[in-house]
């Protein structure tokens, strides 16, 4: 079992940054890739970003590619999400999950709400 808990969102300006956090507990943080998910209102989950165990292999949305970057510390069993140039579409509720079986994101956070006014 993992667990995971988002942190970080707020509410902000078109053009400012956030940084989000997905701390974890349970089964061994490193054992797994990390991915960020985002749900706007009224709209499916769509895919943000990824990164492998190792930290070196990173995907990014189209959509957020040279705004955001994903990172991960292992040593401390947390995950990230920076978040730079917000835009006002980019508002949504932003999950962290992690990949247990492969190609499958087993176990999710609650999520945490950012939203980005014009």
């Known amino acids: 079992q993992v667990q995971l808990v988002e942190s970080g969102g707020g509410l902000v300006q078109a053009g400012d940054s956030l940084r989000l956090s997905c701390a974890a507990s349970?089964?061994?943080?490193?054992?797994?890739?990390l991915g960020w998910f985002l749900q706007a209102p009224g709209k499916e989950r769509e895919f943000v970003a990824t990164?492998?165990?190792?930290?070196?292999?990173?995907s990014y949305a189209a959509s957020v590619k040279g705004r955001f970057t994903i990172s991960r510390d292992n040593a401390k069993n947390t995950g990230y999400l920076q978040m730079n140039s917000l835009k006002p579409e980019d508002t949504a509720v932003y999950y962290c999950?992690?990949?247990?079986?492969?190609?499958?994101?087993?176990?999710w956070g609650q999520g945490t709400q950012v939203t980005v006014s014009s």
């Open positions: 999950a992690v990949e247990v079986t492969l190609g499958r994101y087993d176990y």
């Open positions: 349970g089964r061994t943080f490193s054992s797994f890739a």
């Open positions: 990164i492998s165990r190792s930290g070196i292999n990173l």
